[in-house]
């Protein structure tokens, strides 16, 4: 630490910091444009100008490093001088449309006009024109007039979302921002730019026009859509969300938000929320009030349990919902005799259940990932899946650790890996264990017989790739191997786990599941598990009373064929949900509106096992209600004990040990955050994972990825999402050579038959699959009569 | 002696002589009052009376919507929604001013950046419900379009001093 001063007053700073930096750590802010604290410095601006002692001129602040004993003035004639004439020189070419303009309220460039600017234009000439430009359905380019030539967004891009997308063309006076080719932002970081970009230039297009700044009541939430529990703030106005942003948070999200988290409100908002109970009267369904679908459902489920058993119920949740959601679910079903409860409807190996030693998890915090050597991913849409992680795992190869990628598809995740490859998904495992085989014949270690490493799989030749991530291991002091949700959901999940956890302790790496849902972890923590069937077999094997909370079977589950094929031949099913899903009619005999996580209080536990709590930000619509109400009528009506919760905190406090949540109040007015206990991936010395089946030769066999926008119930419904080119309808895409041997070409219309259905597609030449593999996307209703997310498919021309 | 005075006065009727003479000054001197509503006084171009949204000589609104009037509002009259128009400009979709909570402070109009909200010499307006004393969009277009040319006239005279 080194003593300087500002302003007559003493401030410590870290040695090598910036001017700027030393100043706001002490609690001083210098007038700024062009430096964020998370970009390079450009020091283009010159907003951030002060004085230093004996140096001849002034000197930006964002650019300067501090050094001991220094003198700096902010506030002298000199600096006030050049702070005045600097917005003067910007404003010359910067419209005054602060009334038609959405920034307006929010604006540095208008804060800072009011708070170091003149007070009169000295500028008669015409102001320079700048042409609008399209960059896609989420950022709003048309008044780039505004643009003051930070080049925040053109940083941004280049560094954060690793892509160089915008650039600046053209010199001095007509230099302008522009994307490459006239091509948009195809990021799925792209909304930080709204944050970014100091002027009304880049906005919001979802939000454009819709409200002021000042009208908005800021509540802080979570966003319930990845594993990472994303801080954000929920702009509310007439009790109706309208925009999100990011609440900062260095240990999760940083400032940044991905654009699903971003822009996901606009489901809430979507016409097709529920706003009454609905019953199934004479064949369709009918609006009625809360008693009378409550004492329907109750009495149908009672009678029902009574004729057939309890083990004739079946409940799944959506891994979205609210650890309290979570719980008095599994605590409904179990109360009424069964077994039957889950909560990851897309998994399809349960093989670990009854054989992990902990709950699993991200093997570490997130923080930590920023220190690692070595990362292996396997088994993950990386960018597409996990935007935040993705984003970290950027930064750390970008500052020279080593990051590999184990996958189903070689996608571009603009991360500079130091080795990658794809491998089918029945070969995963093997892929995996021939790295693990490398690593130990390099470290000359013999990998210990496990009962995972089988030789019921053929061997994985040993690639140049496959030597390359082993090597990357080598010398490592902090590495770790994260299972993505593409290995969770496959049919090997519990080989994978099995050989990556041996891989793990051989060479001293982290195990960590990335997770694939707001409440992964959570799940666990609740209980939420089964005893019985689980969420595959729940529909395998028909019941005969269907409870489903918060999810969309025909669209969430690993088989969704075989999950409508289930609740349309059954007796009952009662649905809690938000919304009124296209296929609800089809199935569902009473539907209870249940309020979205913006209206209901609750808490999620993220994939590192932090419990983050929080309240609900506007009323529930209509009459809807928040789902831990609905669960204790429920139980309350069909008389079982311990249903009389008074909040959603007592039924979390029921949960979670009393000291979780002490002596940790909440950043950002959030009461309880706080840590779970338990976390372990290990698994015991009884696992023996499932027969591998390995498909016929010649056989095609499915990748199946979540698409971005379609992951849950109410990105869904987000209409700007569905605009961008990560919501494109799914294609059947597949390896150049595999379309040859077909005889088919590329953008000719398939059919693509898994049994039980089969579904009309476009191919598309991908050269980013391994051979002999068709990528159907899951989660979409295009696809939503194929089989399992993985298996084996053909193809034939339509 | 002074209540012998007092008596002859009023023997003499003087008191009321005295007091009707003034009546009768006051009955032939010039009139200050005018007959309302056949004759009316003049007002000020600043006279605050019924808010009016102006129009562009194209006929599209001059309104865009940026509700500094509705923030400016000290009783919270004004109500405005926004969204994009056809052609993509900010403009408004409701402008109400509620006149059972308008104090006619004006702040509206100063606060107006293109001078579409203004209040006009206008004031004999008179409804049979409180729900007609909430003025819609419609109604204050339709108030503007009628007074324009007074309207432009009073701003153009008021110019200088703003």
């Known amino acids: 630490m080194i003593s300087i001063e500002i302003d007559g007053r003493k401030v410590l700073a870290r040695e090598g910091a ?32 002060v004085e230093v002692e004996k140096m001849p001129k002034l000197v930006p602040a964002c650019a300067t490093r501090v050094a001991d004993g220094m003198k700096v003035f902010l506030h002298s004639e000199l600096v006030l001088g050049a702070q005045k004439a600097i917005l003067e020189f910007l404003l010359i070419n910067h419209p005054l449309d602060c009334p038609v303009c959405d920034q307006g309220g929010e604006c540095r460039l208008q804060d800072l006009s009011m708070r170091c600017g003149g007070t009169r234009s000295r500028t008669r000439e015409a102001k320079r024109v700048v042409s609008p430009k399209d960059i896609g359905p989420l950022v709003s380019m048309r008044e780039m007039s505004r643009c003051i030539h930070c ?37 799925e970081l792209s909304g930080n730019l709204i944050d970014v970009c ?214 571009d995740a603009r991360i500079d890996f130091h080795a990658r490859l794809a491998a089918r998904p029945s070969e995963l495992p093997a892929a995996l264990e021939a790295i693990f085989r490398a690593f130990a014949r390099i470290v000359g270690e013999t990998p210990p017989e496990t009962r995972a490493l089988s030789d019921a799989t053929a061997p994985y030749p040993e690639t140049d790739a496959i030597r390359a991530i082993a090597e990357s291991f080598v ?16 049919p090997n999940a519990g080989r994978i786990h099995a050989i990556a956890g041996a891989f793990a302790r051989v060479s001293g790496a982290r195990l960590g599941f990335i997770g694939d849902a707001a409440n992964g972890v959570g799940g666990y923590v609740a209980g939420a598990l089964p005893t019985g069937l689980n969420a595959f077999e729940m529909f395998a094997r028909p019941r005969k009373v269907y409870l489903l909370h918060g999810v969309e079977p025909e669209l969430d589950c690993h088989n969704p064929a075989q999950a409508v094929f289930a609740l349309r031949h059954t007796e009952l099913v009662v649905v809690i949900t938000p919304f009124a899903g296209e296929a609800i009619p089809e199935y569902a005999d009473v539907v209870l509106p249940a309020a979205p996580f913006s209206e209901t209080s609750g808490s999620f536990v993220n994939t590192e096992g932090r419990v983050q709590t929080f309240e609900g930000a506007c ?100 209409s700007a999402l569905r605009e961008t080119k990560d919501a494109a309808p799914p294609e059947a895409r597949m390896h150049p050579k595999t379309l040859e041997d077909l005889k088919i070409s590329d953008g000719e219309r398939v059919r693509v038959r898994q049994a039980p259905g089969k579904a009309t597609l476009t191919a598309r030449i991908d050269a980013t699959l391994p051979e002999a593999c068709v990528r159907v996307a899951a989660a979409h209703p295009l696809t939503a009569a194929l089989g399992d997310m993985f298996g084996t498919l053909e193809v034939e021309r339509a | 002696m002074a209540s012998v005075k007092d008596v002859f006065k009023s023997l003499t ?5 005295s007091g009707l003479t003034v009546t009768a000054r006051a009955l032939f001197a010039p009139k200050t009052t005018v007959l309302y509503p056949e004759e ?80 006009t010499r206008f004031h004999e307006y008179c409804v049979e419900s409180r729900a007609g004393l909430v003025w819609t969009k419609d109604r204050l277009l339709d108030n503007g379009a009628r007074r324009e040319e007074e309207i432009a006239r009073d701003l153009a005279r008021d110019m200088k001093y703003r």
């Open chain 1, 151 to 187: 080049t925040r967004c053109v940083r941004f891009c280049r560094e954060i979302a690793g892509l160089a997308e915008l650039g600046m063309i053209g010199r001095g006076g007509d230099s302008e921002i522009a994307g490459f080719a006239g091509r948009g932002v195809d990021s």
């Open chain 2, 40 to 119: 009316k006084t003049p007002r000020s171009p600043r006279f605050r009376g019924m808010h009016a949204l102006r129009r562009h000589p194209d006929g599209t609104e001059r309104c865009v919507g940026c509700k500094l009037c509705e923030a400016a509002c000290p009783a919270a009259a004004i109500t405005i929604e926004i969204a994009p128009n056809e052609r993509g400009e900010r403009k408004t979709t409701r402008y109400e001013i509620d006149m059972n909570k308008c104090i006619f402070c004006g702040f509206c109009v100063e606060a107006c950046p293109v001078d579409a909200i203004v209040e």
């Open chain 1, 198 to 411: 100091p002027v009304g230039a880049l906005t919001s297009k979802p939000f454009r026009f819709r409200a002021r700044a000042w009208e908005l009541s800021r509540r802080p939430s979570i966003s319930p859509h990845d594993s990472f529990g994303a801080n954000v703030a929920l702009d509310v106005k007439d009790d109706r969300v309208v925009r999100v942003v990011p609440r900062e948070n260095e240990e999760i999200n940083e400032c940044w938000l991905s654009d699903r988290d971003r822009f996901s409100y606009e489901g809430l908002n979507s016409p097709d929320r529920l706003k009454k109970p609905l019953i199934r009267i004479d064949g369709a369904l009918r609006e009625v009030e809360w008693n009378s679908a409550l004492d329907y459902a109750a009495h149908a489920i009672k009678s029902l349990v009574e004729t057939h058993g309890a083990d004739a119920l079946a409940s799944l949740a959506s891994p979205n919902s609210t650890l309290e959601e979570l719980y008095l679910l599994q605590k409904l079903t179990h109360a009424l005799g069964s077994g039957n409860v889950d909560f990851r409807p897309r998994r399809r190996d349960f093989s670990t259940d009854g054989h992990r030693s902990g709950i699993p998890w991200l093997g570490m915090r997130i923080a930590e990932v920023d220190e690692l050597d070595a990362a292996l991913v396997v088994g993950s849409f990386l960018r597409k899946d996990h935007p935040l992680f993705a984003l970290r795992l950027r930064r750390l190869a970008k500052r020279g650790g080593r990051v590999s990628v184990l996958s189903l598809a070689d996608d």
């Open chain 1, 619 to 718: 009323r529930p619509l209509g009459s809807s209600r928040p789902a831990w109400k609905i669960f204790c009528a429920l139980g309350r009506l069909l008389g079982l004990p311990g249903f009389d919760y008074a909040s959603s905190a007592t039924v979390r406090d029921e949960i979670l040990a009393p000291h979780t949540l002490e002596g940790r109040e909440g950043v950002g007015g959030i009461g309880g955050i706080g840590w779970v206990e338990g976390l372990d991936n290990a698994l015991d010395e009884a696992f023996t994972p499932l027969e591998a089946k390995t498909p016929a030769a010649g056989a095609l066999e499915r990748v199946s990825d979540v698409p971005i926008h379609f992951s849950d119930a109410i990105v869904r419904r987000a």
């Open chain 1, 475 to 490: 010398g490592a002091k902090k590495s770790a191997i994260f299972l993505g949700a593409a290995a969770e959901h496959s």
């Open chain 2, 13 to 17: 009727l003087g008191e009321l002589v």
């Open chain 1, 18 to 49: 910036t001017l700027i930096d030393a100043a706001r750590d002490a609690g001083i802010s210098i007038p700024h444009f062009c430096y964020h604290k998370k970009l390079s410095v450009a020091a283009n601006c010159r907003m951030c100008l």
